[in-house]
């Protein structure tokens, strides 16, 4: 009898949490494959959009990794949507906006609650990281910290420098990003430029200086 019950509570735990199955199956095949009316459909059915595949994706990212803007946002627009949801790799709704440039979706986004700020990787690297300069914009006007930690010590100002954005580096240093922080491998923005041979960004960090609030120009 034991041995039923804890079957049952287990069985009843795997629907709860989104487990994969044969109708969500079909919705995932929605959001991959930019089917909005079956979307909509099958959220007013009852479809739990949240449910995850065996990656931790739910629907809504897996439309964005597959560039599906009308399904994601389908998807978004469910009230029974969870906007902070992340996946196994610690990745909420709002970075995979924030890494594709897309503030529409991103207000969206945050008007349902999502977090600009998190621990680990951020909205705000993901957007550098691809040198999204006015996605960095609106995230820091939405309250971004400009020097949040990371798991390996990359600031956001960082990841601009790699992506070789000075147009991000700028909106970066404006918002009080230290060029002088430095990461795991102890290297900061100022030495991947120079790495990079990134002049005109090196020369721009170097000359300015977060404890004077210098301006770069």
């Not at 969500?24 to 909005?36: G, L, R």
């Amino acid at each position: 009898m034991y041995l039923k019950s804890l079957i049952s509570c287990v069985l009843l735990s795997a629907v709860t949490m989104g487990v994969a199955n044969a109708d969500n199956a079909s919705f995932f095949n929605a959001a991959e494959n930019n089917k909005v009316k079956s979307i909509t459909e099958q959220i007013e059915q009852g479809q739990n959009p949240n449910i995850v595949n065996k990656n931790g994706h739910t629907p809504f990212i897996v439309a964005i990794r597959e560039k599906n803007r009308e399904a994601a946002m389908e998807i978004a627009q469910s009230p029974k949507f969870n906007v902070n949801h992340e996946n196994s790799f610690g990745e909420s709704p709002l970075m995979y906006a924030a890494i594709t440039g897309d503030i529409e979706m991103a207000q969206l986004l945050i008007k349902k609650g999502a977090k600009v700020n998190k621990f680990g990787w951020t909205p705000l690297h993901y957007a550098a990281s691809t040198g999204k300069s006015d996605m960095a914009q609106f995230l820091l006007s939405k309250g971004a910290i400009p020097n949040p930690p990371s798991p390996d010590g990359s600031s956001p100002l960082i990841m601009a420098v790699k992506a070789s954005s000075i147009e991000t580096v700028k909106i970066l240093l404006e918002a009080g990003a230290d060029p002088k922080a430095i990461d795991q491998k102890r290297l900061s923005a100022i030495d991947y430029a120079k790495q990079k041979n990134l002049k005109s960004i090196y020369d721009l960090m170097i000359k300015y200086d977060p404890r004077t609030g210098k301006k770069p120009n």
